[in-house]
């Protein structure tokens, strides 16, 4: 999870699609640029909520579609490291601190949804062709100029 930069508030790593991207692919490119982290996001959302984006002069309803990433690593620098805290938590903790209404129980249904799949012995594993390669690079350039926390 990350902090907003304005308020601090608890929050997943978000952003606006970016043109010539897959959604999922966005959701990968908003990772590396508010938290450093290297991964492959699921095609599918897993669910999503609606907040009240405040810009300078107006606000905006927004939905967000939510898509998990399969965590790789985390880069030793990025866009706005300094600029948001990064802390990884387990799920309960997680849900109870994030601050969006209704991602808390979105994290929560999404762990006990992998659970189950683990259980049943049916987690299929994030495909290996469909990850980032793994160059050793700590910085990379984002195709993300105006990304914005949202």
Do not use: C
């Not at 990968?28 to 640029?33: G, I, L, N, Q, V």
């Not at 985390?74 to 601050?99: C, I, M, T």
């Not at 050793?136 to 100029?145: H, I, K, L, V, Y």
């Amino acid at each position: 999870m990350i902090t907003t930069r304005d308020s601090g508030r608890w929050i997943l790593p978000k952003g606006w699609p970016i043109k010539g991207l897959k959604r999922h692919e966005s959701a990968e490119t908003e990772a590396m640029e508010e938290a450093g982290l290297i991964g492959s996001a699921a095609q599918k959302p897993i669910g999503r909520f609606t907040y009240v984006k405040q810009f300078p002069k107006r606000q905006e309803k927004v939905l967000v579609d939510v898509f998990p990433l399969a965590i790789e690593r985390q880069l030793d620098d990025w866009q706005e490291k300094g600029q948001r805290e990064v802390r990884f938590f387990n799920p309960v903790d997680a849900a109870a601190l994030v601050s969006d209404t209704g991602v808390g129980d979105l994290i929560l249904s999404f762990f006990v949804d992998l659970a189950k799949k683990k259980a049943a012995g049916t987690l299929k594993e994030p495909a290996a062709e469909n990850a980032p390669a793994s160059s050793g690079e700590t910085d990379q350039a984002s195709p993300s100029n105006n990304a914005v926390d949202r």
